[in-house]
């Protein structure tokens, strides 16, 4: 860390603020120049609440000079990491997954219909919501654990891994045998009750970008898994807030190949959530995937405007079909396979 | 609902959106204009998924006319809302509430000294945080239910009401003793479970902006726990993100305003964590009630250095003793008292 | 326009609010609900100042149906705009353009050296500023109007299109014979004087996004250029402010589809303000071919570290030449051509 | 200047990183720890591209340690600064100054008109804008340097200070007979050319903030009025972008204590181009005042609803009477006048 001091900082305001800073286990390197007088402190900073040195009398500012998190850096791991699923699939890999599916599961028919179209079309995972807390009351509330059997069943009738979310500790337990991705929302990224549980849990994780989160909090928050020993964490951009209305969140792309940089796990590019817009899901997914993206999770349902959640954002099975022959040509550009 | 057909919609598609009104039980009436063609909808839209619309060929934009929110809003109550606690401090009336206390209980002591300073200087609550899931696993993670006792036992001995964050529906029900008003933290806005049970407590609840909530979603998450029966809530502006750095978060200001027109429900200034810095906490409680703010939330420590947690953005108790002498001078300029 | 009234609106209210429509040159037709009275306002209301309602007593809110752009909305020319150059380029048809160069032109040998190798590797366009008026007065100011003769002479050497930014309206004659596409830069977005009079110019004009603008007030200002007679204006998305700072802005790609639906332009990316950082510019440059980008606009400097400006976000030439390689790929999977 | 190092970067990328930063012509302190090596960078770095050095290998990150402004800096002038006018009247001192006046001079009447009101109810300044670039091309202009006359002439029958608005380098000489204080619209915040040249103008300068731009930025931009010898500068804030849609802009209250630690120049706030709406203006003017503004900037009319621009913004004259009086009894409270 370095605290920069005022320019008119006092002496006794300067050993004030070493005193601090040794208090908080860190050593204290100071260089007295012509105009101000900065201290550079060395040692365990991670856990050192910065905000604390800003308030003390005479600092300009303080700047945390490690990276916050260290397990999620790349340098932790700079070869990338690769996670292997039970059928041989790999995310992080050289061949680009494809997560597919239903907002909500429905029915056991919309489940093996699903199924069975998105295997064909090279899905590797298939997707389903079974708890489905909605803003309004009255609404379809998701079908539970039965719902997640059905997918079960369905994937393993085509061969594919589930992926579905977890929204509550309590939830882990019955949805271990179910699910082979526990997905974690963007409103529960910083839950770091369940984060902390699922860094217990023997199952990978996808963990989602808050819309309201920098790159920093997604890999702080991946941390948090990875310090239970759970490693196999993949992250995913679904859309920031910004100013602008014609989109109902603004996707990130840029934070693929940022995320790529600073840290060694796989980044998925979710387009259904970042547009919100049916219309506008296959060139978001074709930009996630020529960015570098390790993987896409998609929206699809048999009959999309029949959806009973998120049907606005929904790809029918042929659009889907349709965007994996432009997405395979692209990822070719891109030295990888789908 | 007002869905606006683009200039070279077909009439087959203009039927097929009125057939999807139709099916969603509202009313369509039909106006054909020499460019356009604008469809509105009547009845029950509340809870229309507009955006399954959005994507349907040949419609333009799709707009909510009525507001998404009932109870909530100004018409369900327009001389406002006014909720009267056991002690007769009331929230919402003619007097600006005042909520002081440390960020984390730390100990006995500490709330028995804050509850004695916070009272003689004008406080009516006194807030203290029992559960403290910090970002890293190896900090301060609060007292629990004992914690809550102490802060209880010390409000009680100076006549003093108490107010504690809530982070779990299992919560609920063991803090019911202790605490007088139910605060819900802004990564909690739109958890729709908790505030669903909330809904059923029989305790008034205060419920924090999201750093990334909307106006029109905080009145929404508001109406989620007045379905439930439970009317007495108290909404908190507490900061926006923004791409501004100089201050942790943008505290919104015009929210005040803004809802007071949109809502009957009180609203509250947190400037501790619309800041995240001790300088800037009484400018902003000021602007705060000048603006025509309920109540002020605001985080106080006997020793603010020290403080387990929020250590920048705690004031020292003869801080806030000269920031009420400003308050109760403001608050005339705004026809209220303190 | 749809002015909807509150719940609790008065007659006369209403009947203020119908005078002050009439006003304003529109038809009202009113329905009366059995909770709130709607006024449809048909007509001219594109210049209608809205917010002048929105005060009004008795007024919930205020809509404009009908888009506030005319020339520039799909509807205008449905089949898309393809503006052709001497050469034979073409920007909007089915072959995405490519525009390379310096930020700044810094000398003739600099322009000739970038010229004959952006030809080779496929650029039809050579781009380079002229006037750089710097945040710093002590910084490189841009060599005027002989730095323009230079560009053109390379340009013309190797069968290129010049583009470079005009500032002000003085420049635009003298810079008339030099430059096939005039560029007018983020911060001059809204300088509606400096549109007016290139919609006056017989060349076309590049109209890059501002960094807090709307997409709606990027189509509002090609509109000022058309309304002057100049129907060739090309949009470009160079990366909006957003609260995320691990890039310098966050280019939004999906503007890029959300332009292609609303209006019949052509849109370019610029990845190299999009994202600010050499490494992330090919990335970005992918994203946005793969989105349906119509041309790409590339930072390249034959010694990219010791270019006079923006060196952290310039590539090297054969940098640019292998991401010609990866976008050729990319093109296909589009359907397109580069 | 501080560049960090990645944890596996080489000597000789170490080097190279050095030998950069001698050839900006800074003095290098390397400190090797066990985890990584920084390079502590002392010297004139204020004009240093720092992100030329981010995109070097080996590097993590860079950070600028001393502020990137001197002549606006706290430390140049740390008793603050306070401009005096002709008439007497003081920005920066004692007293909180008041603009009030029309958006737009309309006619000699309603200039005299509002002059005399506005000089009854307590302005200094009066305001009125004569160049109105609007953004229909079929709106009303401005009414030019006849309008500025009409406007001083009322105001010298008042005793009343002038402020307008500047858009062109071209308008400086012909307003400076006119005009007591420049203004500078958020639009032209970087409008560096412009900026300068009022850098020699003889006259105080208002400065806005741009609705995209940070407090540095906006401080960067004064320095670039007083590094040509002008040091009258006042600020302004007035309303940031955000993704809140409920006022036009979100007005940064937090903004006035910030620039007030930061810099030495007053502050303004201008609530009616903060919110967009005149029931707003009120409660925000309250808020700017208590949370220590030097100054506030109000559009006011005698016919407020008829105004030729901004109309809803624009605060009745009863109105604005009302407010002063809110505002004297708020100003008392921060220990000032009004």
Not at 5 to 25: P, S
Not at 184 to 191: I, L, P, T
Not at 208 to 236: D, F, H
């Amino acid at each position: 860390m370095i605290v920069s001091m005022q320019e008119k900082a006092t002496e006794e305001q300067i050993y004030a603020v070493i005193e601090t800073m040794e208090e908080a286990g860190v050593n204290v390197h100071r260089t007295t120049g012509a105009i101000q007088t900065i201290l550079a402190g060395v040692g365990p900073t991670a856990n050192v609440d910065l905000s604390k040195f800003e308030v003390l009398p005479g600092v300009l500012n303080v700047i945390r000079i490690s990276s916050p998190y260290k397990l999620a850096g790349r340098a932790f791991r700079p070869e990338g990491t690769v996670i292997e699923f039970r059928n041989g699939v790999k995310v992080g890999g050289e061949q680009v997954a494809v997560m597919a599916g239903p907002c909500s599961i429905e029915s056991r028919e919309q489940m093996f219909a699903t199924a069975a179209r998105v295997k064909a079309i090279g899905a590797g995972f298939l997707r389903g919501g079974a708890f489905k807390p909605r803003s309004s009351p009255y609404a379809f509330q998701g079908m539970g654990i039965p719902g997640l059997q059905m997918m079960y069943e369905a994937a393993q009738e085509h061969g594919l891994l589930t992926v579905s979310e977890v929204m509550e500790i309590a939830q882990i337990e019955p949805m271990l045998p179910y699910v082979d991705l526990f997905q974690v929302g963007a409103r529960n990224m910083q839950n770091f009750n369940l984060l902390r549980e699922l860094g217990q849990a023997r199952k990978p994780v996808l963990l989602k970008r808050g819309i309201a989160a920098t790159i920093e909090e997604l890999l702080l928050s991946s941390e948090y898994i990875m310090a239970g020993g759970n490693y196999e964490v993949i992250l995913c951009e679904r859309g920031i807030r910004t100013y602008e209305t014609a989109t109902r969140n603004t996707m990130d792309i840029s934070a693929i190949p940022v995320i790529h940089k600073l840290s060694h796990l796989p980044i998925v590019g979710d387009p259904s959530h970042g547009t919100g817009r049916r219309d506008m899901v296959a060139p978001m997914a074709r930009a996630a995937v020529a960015a570098g993206a390790d993987a896409i999770l998609v929206e699809v349902h048999p009959n999309a405007d029949k959806a009973a959640s998120d049907a606005a954002q929904t790809l029918y099975l042929d659009q889907f079909d349709e965007l994996m022959g432009q997405l395979r040509v692209i990822a070719t550009a891109v030295g990888r396979t789908m």
